[in-house]
């Protein structure tokens, strides 16, 4: 029996500076951010928040799909890291599109370690949005725009 995938965004090809945006909601914001004549990168900066390591104890892990445990003794731990998707350096901002469908079980996690590498960082006064649709694009594009007065 196949296994039912869970909805996710729908993928409709927009294209946008020459690079492939994964939502209609990702599609709007760049649009509107370049209609605020607003300086930002797209899926440009990669944040390293945890380094790889490797677990010196026992280590078993079911495998996806599978009835059985692996063993991981000794192998290497990959690290986290996070690519979001609009960062302005100029104008200190990120904004991450989530829209309403059901997102990575892992990005709560990864957002609240981000949170800590701004801070650990000196970019603790940087503005970061995650808005979930179009109003909430244009209240952080206005809310940047205010703070940028």
Excluded at 13 to 29: D, N
Excluded at 80 to 104: A, C, L, M, N, R
Aim: aromatic letters at 12%.
């Amino acid at each position: 029996m196949k296994r039912r995938r869970k909805p996710t965004a729908k993928k409709k090809g927009h294209v946008r500076g020459g690079k492939k945006l994964k939502s209609s909601l990702e599609a709007y914001c760049y649009d509107a951010l370049r209609d605020a004549k607003l300086q930002f990168d797209y899926e440009e900066h990669k944040y390293y928040l945890m380094d790889g390591f490797k677990y010196e104890g026992v280590y078993h892990k079911a495998t996806r799909g599978k009835d059985i445990m692996v063993d991981k003794t000794g192998k290497a731990v990959l690290g986290v890291t996070y690519t979001p998707d609009f960062v302005s350096e100029k104008h200190k901002f990120v904004i991450e599109t989530k829209g309403w469908v059901p997102s990575q079980h892992t990005f709560t996690i990864r957002w609240k370690m981000f949170l800590h590498h701004m801070n650990e960082t000196g970019k603790g006064d940087w503005m970061l949005f995650i808005p979930r649709n179009r109003k909430q694009v244009d209240d952080a594009i206005n809310i940047i725009k205010q703070q940028l007065k």
